[in-house]
């Protein structure tokens, strides 16, 4: 696809005076698109003037290249762990102010989220920006890409909302690793004047429509009696054995749960000594389903592991649910169809479906409950490479990359082009949400 020169925000005079320009905000074209003598007319118009805008979001990332590429480096040399990452969450939010984004640092109560808003009210695209690390690994899962390229999205979206009407927002969603950020995020209402979410996770497949399974997680401790282990067990109550129990109750269970669940954990305390019989134990578990309602079942069952032991063994059990439940990733395929349609024109063969069967969960779930979303999976490096492994840390960082995260951002601009010039799209997409919603799945 050609790409003009332009400004850093993909317009310039010359370009606003030849460009056809409906200037009708997208209620004005929902009246007028109902009414029969314009219909033909007015669809000629849409095509063209989004192709245009298609061509000036395209012209606007390659201007913004040189500082994606130094933003996403600069964040990947500095790993924060979940809601301490005031550097990306800084840095970001400065680039967006820089380039006219109104920001809100610090919203729904969390230090290192913010939201940059450029444009005023409806239709309102939110493109989500992570940037938490893991613990040793540093930026293991790529989420300095994730975040540049929702920035590079949105910069390169200005010229759209200047032309269309509506708004762009980058929400900065933290702490998607450990803590579900989002979760959080979308309780406390960051959401509701959303129309449609969207952000692209490097992975090692370009597919459009990704799948994450409910989630919740778990902190079990077990107290038992310290004893000498040789001279008086018989006096001791053995806190690790309970442990011990509870998981290999977990192993059978899990040979009779529904394939695409998983239960999994560590233990993180096991006793102090050989010699002395373990007065506390403590382990962390994750279950998770396809559905909540089979993740309640899942989480009752679990339960019951940890109880029997405590029956068996004497000791005390203690457990905490995790604040947030991971919601089931709902992709909304009219999005994700735009989306698809926006890389393949970029020469990625992306599929619509990913079809690894690949079972992880992301606090996104939870937004995709709450707005019509997508969170497609963009390829970095080969399929044999591990996301949370030292090898994708280094693709995070790597020439394939940047340019997963340079076309992240040119599909994500050319479908918000697709959402805001006309209202086939983004009807469309809000039909699909409501029709789900009606028929109230999860
Ligand atoms: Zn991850
Ligand atoms: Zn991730």
């Not at 962390?284 to 109880?307: G, H, K, N, Q, T």
């Not at 390829?379 to 995070?396: C, D, G, N, T, W």
Request: aromatic share 6%; net charge negative; proline share 5%.
């Amino acid at each position: 696809m050609g790409r003009r020169s332009t400004g850093g925000n993909g317009t310039s005079p010359g370009d606003n005076q030849n460009r056809i320009r409906p200037h009708l905000p997208v209620l004005e074209w929902s009246a007028l698109l109902s009414y029969n003598g314009k219909l033909s007319l007015l669809k000629e118009t849409a095509i063209l003037d989004s192709k245009k805008l298609k061509e000036s979001a395209l012209a606007a990332v390659e201007s913004l290249r040189a500082d994606l590429h130094a933003l996403s480096l600069k964040i990947h040399g500095s790993p924060e762990l979940g809601f301490q990452e005031t550097g990306a969450a800084g840095w970001l939010s400065g680039f967006l102010e820089n380039q006219g984004f109104s920001v809100s640092r610090g919203i729904c109560d969390m230090p290192t989220a913010f939201r940059a808003s450029y444009g005023q009210g409806s239709p309102a695209i939110a493109v989500l920006a992570e940037y938490d690390a893991l613990p040793k690994l540093g930026h293991a899962c790529g989420h300095n890409l994730i975040c540049t390229g929702s920035a590079g999205a949105a910069v390169a979206s200005r010229g759209t909302v200047d032309e269309c009407g509506g708004s762009i927002k980058v929400i900065g969603t933290p702490a998607e690793e450990l803590y579900g950020g989002k979760i959080f995020l979308v309780e406390r209402g960051a959401f509701a004047d959303v129309d449609v979410a969207m952000m692209v996770h490097p992975g090692v497949i370009d597919a459009a429509a990704t799948r994450f399974l409910a989630c919740q997680t778990l902190d079990v401790e077990f107290f038992g009696k310290a004893a000498h282990a040789a001279a008086k067990p018989e006096e001791g109550v053995n806190a690790l054995e309970a442990m011990l129990l509870s998981y290999a109750g977990i192993n059978a269970l899990r040979q009779h749960i529904r394939q695409s669940a998983r239960i999994h954990g560590i233990i993180t305390d096991g006793g102090e000594a050989p010699n002395i019989v373990p007065a506390h134990s403590a382990g962390s578990f994750i279950v998770r389903a396809e559905d909540d309602p089979y993740l309640i079942e899942l989480e009752d069952r679990v339960m019951e592991c940890f109880r029997g032991a405590a029956a068996a063994t004497g000791a005390r059990l203690e457990y905490r649910w995790g604040e947030g439940r991971y919601a089931p990733m709902r992709n909304n395929l009219a999005l994700a169809k735009l989306f698809q349609n926006n890389m393949q024109s970029l020469g990625r063969n992306i599929y619509l479906h990913d079809p690894s069967r690949s079972y992880g969960s992301s606090d996104m779930g939870n937004v995709s409950q709450v707005v019509p979303a997508i969170h497609p999976s963009v390829a970095i490096a080969p399929r044999k490479v591990q996301l949370h492994s030292p090898e994708f840390a280094e693709a995070a960082a790597s020439g394939a990359g940047q340019r997963g995260m340079e076309d992240a951002a040119r599909a994500m601009a050319m479908t918000i082009v697709d959402l805001l010039s006309g209202p086939a799209g983004i009807e469309k997409v809000k039909a699909e949400f409501y029709r789900w919603k009606g028929e109230g799945q999860s």
